[in-house]
């Protein structure tokens, strides 16, 4: 019986570790995904952003603003993610009573926090480039 649990174990340990290869690869696709939607935001806001270049705004100013909306595009969806994630467990609690289903919070707390960093991460090359525009350049941009 020794035996069977140590393979049991073994057999839980990797798949463990495929489902969180598996669950990494999603949330760096995640971050490309909203890495492209920023992008194509800060083309689409170039005027806007050499308005408030010109009234005044620093690089720093336009950094931050598109570094907080990568942050809050990555913490909403992060936040769906963990809470789909904890609700189907704690949902096939009560249709599944003979096998105890335990939830680790460290684990959701852990997800949401690589979720968000992947995420601000991969909003930096945005809001740098949004960061970088030349003021004239920028409210020449048509």
Same mark, same amino acid.
């Given at each position: ?12 340990? *990797? ?16 971050? #490309? *995904? ?89 909003? #930096? ?18």
């Amino acid at each position: 019986m020794a035996t069977v649990v140590k393979v049991a174990k073994t057999i839980s340990a *990797g798949l463990i570790v495929v489902f969180i290869l598996a669950a990494s690869v999603s949330v760096i696709v995640g971050g #490309v *995904g909203i890495m492209n939607i920023l992008l194509a935001s800060v083309e689409h806001r170039t005027r806007e952003i050499g308005v408030r270049m010109s009234l005044g705004a620093r690089r720093r100013d336009i950094l931050l603003q598109f570094l907080t909306e990568a942050l809050i595009l990555g913490s909403v969806g992060s936040l769906v993610g963990v809470t789909v994630g904890l609700g189907i467990p704690l949902v096939l609690r009560f249709f599944i009573t003979r096998v105890a289903i335990e939830i680790s919070p460290l684990s959701a707390v852990l997800a949401f926090a690589f979720s968000s960093v992947i995420t601000l991460l991969f909003g #930096v090359v945005p809001a740098y480039r949004a960061a970088r525009l030349s003021p004239t350049e920028a409210l020449r941009y048509e």
